[in-house]
């Protein structure tokens, strides 16, 4: 009886350390998971891990975003400059295409980079107020950091033009119908306004036809 005992737990051994059974262990936050499955094995990532994982493809994604911005931004603000130049601005178009190369760099840094995008909005609203407050606070190409666009300078207005012209160009949206419908509202112009004037001044020689 005792021999068959033996006999019987020699058996479930061999049965636990066989190929075709599977032996895991637990996922804890510091080690990752081995799951071995006939003969072959998994690393299933640890909590911790999946998390920098997510957390470096959500950084990708941002970084490359706002490089694309910048690029866009850029190029707007070489070819309205050159344009300025050619009309007799030459002090505005040169000191425009020297912005485009600096356009938007503090959102790389702090509380910008961690916290101003639209993914954080739902999850964080208040941090992402914060983030927008900061941006608009200390880069001169936002009518907030002059307390009003009216008060922009010429080649901050035109840094401003190419800014949401290139964002229009992003998601795919008119800027025309922006600067109408929503820009005169959210910072208060009208179609009579010097404002408009030279932000349509701007539009004009930067898109292909009039407005």
Known sequence: ?????????????KNGNGKSSEKKKLLTADHAAVVESEGTKKIIL??????????????????????????????????????????GEEGVGHKLIANGWVHDNSKFHGIEWLYLYDDIKEINPEMFKLAILQHTQNNPHHPEYWNGIANMPRVYLAEFV?????RASEFGTDVRDWIKSSAAKKFDFTVQSKVYKDVKYFLDLLLATPF
């Open 46 to 87: 640890s909590a911790a891990e999946h998390a920098a994982v997510l957390q470096a493809d959500l950084e990708e994604k941002r970084r490359k975003s706002l490089l694309r911005h910048k690029t866009h931004v850029q190029s707007s603000c070489e070819f309205l400059g050159e344009q300025l130049i050619g009309e």
């Open 162 to 166: 190419c800014d949401i012209h290139a």
């Open 1 to 13: 009886m005792e021999e068959k005992e033996k006999k019987e737990r020699r058996k479930k051994s």
